[in-house]
C-alpha cells in the first residue's frame, strides 16, 4: 500500500468547541495524499459528532483514557504515521485550503531542509502574526516569532530557530535522527527542546509565507493560567540543562532574575501578559506557582543531565556554532515583558 505523502497530527482535548473547524480544514485540502491520526486525550465529551464523516477514510483514533498531555500525545500520534511529512497542528488550528498542495511545491525548493514553519495569523486578527517560527530567550523561555505584529513584514522566507507547536511540520527522518518530543515536558516548551536538538543535529528550519493557517491562541489550556504558568517556569529550565552550552547555562539565572525583574515592572505599569495575570492571581498564588515549578524542575534535573549526556554525544555541531544560532534567534526582554 503506498504511503501517503503527509500524516497530520492532531491532538484533541475538550475541543468540542474548535475540532469541527480544524478537520473541516483538512478536509477542503486540494492535495489529498495525506491521512489523519487524532491523539483524543480523555476529553470530557466525545469527538465523535465532530468529525467529519468524509474524513473517516483518512482517519485513525487514538484514543487515551485521560490528558496525558501533549508532548507524549504527539508522540503517540508520531508513531502511528506512515507519511513521509509529519504535519502536527494544533486543534485550534485551520489551514488553508491549498497549505499541503503548496507545502509539497516548496520542498523542492529546500531540498535540504527537514524542518518547516508556515506562516500562522492570529484568528480574530487576520492581519496579525501569531507565529513564524521560534524565538528564544536566554534562559530558555522561547515566543514565537512576529507575535502579535503585521502580517505585511513577515512575508519574506527566513531561515528560524525552529518550528512552534501551533503547526510543525517534520521530515520523519529527523525523529528517527534526534528521538521524538521529551514527555517529562507535558506541554509548553517541548517545541523549544526538539528545536535545539535539531540545531545541535545540524538541522535548519525555513520559514514559509507561501502557506499559511489561522490559530486561536491558547484556548485549550487558556491564555494566562497559572497551569500554564506553572509549567512554563518548570519547562524552561530542563531546556536550558538539557540543551544549553555550559557558557550560556552558567549565566541563565541572571537572566531570569532579569525576566523577573522587566515582568514586575511591566505588571506595575498594567502592561503586556504579567499585568493580566498579576491581576487574575493573588501574590500567595504566583510564591506557590514558583515554589512548585523550582521544586519539580529540581526533581528532574537527574533525568535532564542525563538527556544532555547524550545530547552532547551525539551533537553534529560545536557549542561555538550552536552559541551564534541562538544568538542570531533571541528575542529582546522587552518583547517578552511587554507584549500581551
Not at 267 to 290: C, D, E, N, P, V
Request: glycine share 6%.
Amino acid at each position: 500500500m503506498k504511503k501517503p505523502f503527509a500524516s497530520f497530527i492532531v491532538v484533541n482535548f475538550n475541543g468540542e468547541k474548535i475540532l469541527r473547524d480544524c478537520l473541516e480544514s483538512l478536509l477542503k485540502q486540494n492535495d489529498s495524499d495525506f491521512e489523519v491520526i487524532m491523539v483524543d486525550n480523555g476529553s470530557r465529551v466525545s469527538w465523535k459528532p465532530f468529525v467529519p464523516k468524509e474524513l473517516y477514510n483518512k482517519l485513525t483514533v487514538i484514543e487515551n483514557p485521560n490528558d496525558t498531555g501533549f508532548a507524549p500525545a504527539s508522540n503517540q500520534g508520531i508513531s502511528a504515521a506512515s507519511g513521509k511529512w509529519i504535519i502536527i497542528i494544533n486543534n485550534d488550528v485551520v489551514l488553508d485550503d491549498n497549505f499541503l498542495s503548496r507545502f509539497r511545491e516548496e520542498t523542492y525548493k529546500y531540498p535540504n531542509t527537514f524542518i518547516f514553519t508556515p506562516k500562522v495569523l492570529i484568528q480574530d486578527l487576520p492581519d496579525y502574526i501569531d507565529s513564524s517560527g521560534l524565538g528564544v530567550f536566554m534562559d530558555g523561555i522561547a515566543r514565537c516569532r512576529g507575535w502579535q505584529e503585521p502580517e505585511k513584514n513577515y512575508r519574506l522566507p527566513a531561515e528560524v530557530l525552529g518550528a512552534t507547536g501551533s503547526v510543525a511540520i517534520f521530515h520523519k527522518k529527523v525523529f528517527n535522527d534526534i528521538g521524538l518530543f521529551d514527555e517529562g515536558f507535558f506541554m509548553y516548551l517541548e517545541d523549544l527542546d526538539i528545536a535545539l536538538r535539531a540545531v545541535w543535529h545540524g538541522y535548519k528550519c525555513q520559514y514559509l509565507p507561501g502557506i499559511s493557517a489561522c490559530h486561536k491562541h491558547s484556548s485549550t489550556v487558556g491564555k494566562h493560567t497559572i497551569e500554564k504558568a506553572y509549567l512554563v517556569e518548570r519547562n524552561h529550565i530542563w531546556v536550558a540543562l538539557k540543551n544549553f552550552p555550559l557558557t550560556l547555562l552558567v549565566i541563565a539565572p541572571f537572566y531570569t532574575v532579569y525576566r523577573y525583574l522587566l515582568q514586575g515592572y511591566a505588571a506595575f505599569t498594567h502592561q503586556g501578559i504579567t499585568s493580566s495575570f498579576f491581576r487574575t492571581y493573588s501574590w500567595k498564588q504566583r510564591i506557590q506557582m514558583l515554589f512548585m515549578a523550582y521544586r519539580d524542575a529540581i526533581l528532574g534535573i537527574p533525568k535532564a543531565l542525563r538527556e544532555r549526556k547524550k545530547i552532547m554525544r551525539s551533537r553534529r555541531v560545536s557549542s561555538a556554532v550552536f552559541l551564534k544560532i541562538i544568538l542570531k534567534h533571541r528575542l529582546s526582554w522587552r518583547e517578552f515583558a511587554f507584549k500581551d
